[in-house]
């Protein structure tokens, strides 16, 4: 089945660095990858929306500013925290559809990326 | 706006008992709808899908949900539980009319005992 590679799995850093999160499509082509936040035991919050060569489409609420997401190719989605701080520690996922399959309603899943921000 | 609602945080059952874990969803048109698993330490996973056609859909693990359009309700359900079945799990809705981004409810934790 199609795999989705999410990397680093997590990432510690000191309050006003920024993080790079990854996220690879390892099997398939994805037009479009998603980012989603999720608090513990909470839900999955959407925060954007990433199409391939164009600008991620943010969810209201969402500093776009603050998470930069890049999708410069077909199989690669960036999620960049800049400036991170305490508030911003969660779990981070991302999520991709198969261009290759005609109605593409089935999402894949990355394993997540728990950032903390001391 | 799209959203799907998950009524309760927390769900225990018997093993080898009958489980529901209830969605419930607000939609525009037609809904796409979905159920995805996650289990510990591990990403999320598909289960099962509503586009169209039976309202009952079976899915992964012996999962299966019930859409019922008068009662606007998509609940997962599974005749016999078992210990491996706790997780957690998200109900979703695809909007397909606005750009085909994915709305998950709130999670629901279920723990099967023993």
């Known amino acids: 089945g199609a795999v989705v590679s999410q990397h680093p799995s997590r990432v510690i850093c000191k309050s006003g660095t920024s993080v790079k999160i990854e996220c690879r499509s390892l099997?398939?082509?994805?037009?479009?990858m998603f980012w989603y936040r999720q608090f513990p035991k909470k839900s999955l919050m959407l925060m954007a929306t990433?199409?391939?060569?164009?600008?991620?489409?943010?969810e209201q609420g969402v500093e776009k500013d603050k998470f930069l997401i890049n999708h410069a190719s077909l199989t690669l989605s960036t999620l960049t925290v800049t400036s991170a701080h305490p508030e911003d520690s969660s779990f981070y996922i991302c999520?991709?559809?198969?261009?290759?399959?005609?109605?593409?309603?089935?999402?894949?899943f990355g394993s997540g990326t728990q950032l903390s921000v001391l | 706006a799209q959203s799907v609602a998950q009524p309760e945080d927390q769900v225990n059952v018997a093993e080898g008992n009958p489980l529901t874990v209830k969605c419930t969803y607000s939609?525009?048109?037609?809904?796409?709808l979905f159920w995805y698993v996650q289990y510990p330490n591990r990403g999320l996973q598909f289960l099962l899908k509503?586009?169209?056609?039976?309202?009952l859909v079976k899915g992964s693990y012996g999962f299966e949900a019930e859409f019922n359009k008068s009662q606007t309700s998509f609940h997962l359900k599974k005749p016999s539980a078992l210990v491996s079945d706790s997780a957690l799990y998200f109900c979703?809705?695809?909007?397909?009319?606005?750009?085909?981004?994915?709305?998950f409810g709130t999670g629901t934790s279920l723990t099967v005992i023993p």
């Open positions: 509503y586009i169209t056609g039976d309202n």
């Open positions: 999520s991709a559809r198969d261009r290759q399959i005609a109605t593409n309603e089935k999402l894949f």
């Open positions: 099997d398939f082509q994805a037009t479009t």
């Open positions: 979703a809705v695809r909007d397909v009319y606005t750009g085909n981004q994915f709305y």
């Open positions: 990433s199409n391939e060569g164009s600008k991620a489409t943010y």
């Open positions: 939609v525009s048109g037609n809904p796409y």
